[in-house]
């Protein structure tokens, strides 16, 4: 049973428009939610996270907005570039004391930036 | 402060044979996670270790096993590889568990013949 469900599974965008990606989560026991970047030969690395207290966060171009009731949350990534090319992992985790070091990831994005 | 190491970074082995993947996690990280990232099944989640203990369990058969030392550094081990074994196999250290700032180191990847 997948817990998380990303959407697209690729995405091309011009050089300074918007990317989406959006993930929707089953188990409403998910507290954290983050959002990880992976470039090929690379591990994933963390852009940026939320937890379900709050309904956005924003880190430079990229915000997360969280919408619990949906069970949904997405990553934007404001005036893109094509050095944000690269594959987007969401994730959600459970924690801290009962399942800690679980994490679900979902089933990635690729993200190619035209120039 | 030295990133997340994985070695061996590349490891061909044949099905039947096992295989040992060490992970150091970055200095002062107690918590060390597995993950299995393959391009039909994504990243997987195997185990996490957390001061020498298993502190958490991913749906993978007993041959996947791991274990901890108390330096933090991390061991994973497959025994009676498969075809299907053949992934990318990525570690994750962080200070004391994936509710907070992981940090991936780059893989081995290891393929089954």
């Known amino acids: 049973q997948q817990q998380v469900k990303q959407s697209p599974q690729s995405l091309i965008v011009q050089k300074g428009g918007i990317s989406i990606i959006n993930c929707a989560y089953e188990?409403?026991?998910?507290?954290?939610f983050p959002w990880y970047q992976q470039f090929p030969g690379k591990g994933p690395a963390l852009l940026i996270a939320?937890?379900?207290?709050?309904s956005e966060k924003k880190e430079g171009r990229f915000t997360i907005s969280f919408n619990k009731s949906a069970k949904q949350f997405s990553l934007h990534i404001m005036d893109s570039q094509p050095g944000d090319s690269a594959t987007y992992f969401c994730a959600a985790s459970i924690g801290p004391n009962t399942n800690a070091g679980k994490s679900t990831f979902g089933d990635g994005t690729t993200l190619t930036v035209k120039p | 402060k030295a990133g997340v190491t994985q070695t061996p970074r590349y490891l061909i082995k044949t099905r039947g044979q096992q295989v040992t993947l060490s992970c150091s996690p970055i200095?002062?990280?107690?918590?060390v996670s597995w993950y299995q990232q393959t391009p039909g099944q994504g990243l997987q989640f195997l185990f996490e270790y957390f001061s020498e203990t298993q502190r958490n369990k991913g749906n993978f058969p007993g041959r996947f096993s791991g274990r901890q030392f108390s330096n933090s550094r991390s061991e994973m081990n497959v025994s009676t590889l498969e075809l299907g074994d053949s992934a990318l196999y990525l570690c994750a250290s962080s200070l004391r568990g994936t509710q907070e700032t992981q940090y991936f180191g780059p893989g081995t990847r290891l393929l089954v013949l």
């Open positions: 188990n409403t026991a998910f507290d954290y």
């Open positions: 939320i937890r379900p207290d709050v």
């Open positions: 200095s002062g990280h107690r918590s």
